[in-house]
């Protein structure tokens, strides 16, 4: 069965730090994989996405980038964070070919930038 | 960009009534999709309804599908404490997905 881990589940940094969130997949190959993020009370902000090894899009110009280094890890990354990259980030993956579209999500990164 | 609406932003309701909750979108969409988020954690999906669909049903779960009107809802029936959670509907756009911003749903024994 597929499985999606995100680590840390929790993490403190003050502004200006850098920024490393990991998401691997298990259990399936070639996966799309997504980054989203979701302030508190809010939907879901889709940050980037990938169909392939060192393939990303990304949806919105910011401070964070990310890497797929390989084909079931995607990486969320930052060298200077600021106040507004608080957050909760989910990473999730989907089939790339498939009737579905259904995204499974991992449990989660909350992020607080102090 | 956010595709999908969600109404009411919140609802709460006594155990045992049903839930009923609706999404609005804006363009054309191939299937459209309801997760369900407990508190601090991520998403899990609930149902897809296809567009050429009008309507699904899963346990207790009923989605409805309006492509005319770019809408969809979802009904919880006989709710339950464990029921309480944000619901969000999701449309896809190629190999993304756009969520709205949700509906809270509290359940009160």
């Known amino acids: 069965s597929q499985t999606i881990h995100q680590w840390p589940a929790t993490l403190v940094q003050p502004v200006g730090s850098p920024l490393s969130l990991e998401c691997t997949v298990e259990g399936t190959s070639n996966p799309n994989l997504y980054w989203y993020r979701q302030a508190a009370g809010r939907g879901l902000q889709l940050l980037f996405y990938s169909v392939g090894i060192g393939q990303i899009s990304s949806e919105v110009p910011q401070n964070l980038s990310a890497s797929r280094p390989q084909d079931r890890q995607f990486i969320l990354s930052s060298k200077k964070l600021l106040l507004s990259d608080s957050g909760f980030y989910l990473c999730?993956?989907?089939?790339?070919?498939?009737?579905?579209?259904?995204?499974?999500f991992g449990e989660g990164s909350r992020l607080t930038v102090l | 960009s956010q595709q999908g609406e969600e109404d009411p932003q919140a609802l709460s309701i006594q155990e045992g009534e049903n839930a009923t909750m609706n999404c609005s979108y804006k363009t054309s969409i191939n299937n459209l999709q309801w997760y369900r988020q407990n508190s601090g954690r991520g998403l899990v999906h609930l149902i897809l309804?296809?567009?050429?669909?009008r309507e699904k049903h899963s346990g207790r779960l009923r989605v409805t599908l309006d492509t005319s009107k770019k809408s969809s809802s979802l009904l919880i029936t006989a709710s339950r404490a464990a029921d309480t959670a944000s619901y969000f509907c999701a449309t896809d756009s190629e190999y993304k997905l756009s969520f709205g911003a949700g509906t809270t749903v509290t359940v009160r024994a």
């Open positions: 999730a993956w989907s089939s790339l070919v498939g009737p579905n579209g259904e995204l499974f």
């Open positions: 309804i296809r567009s050429n669909e």
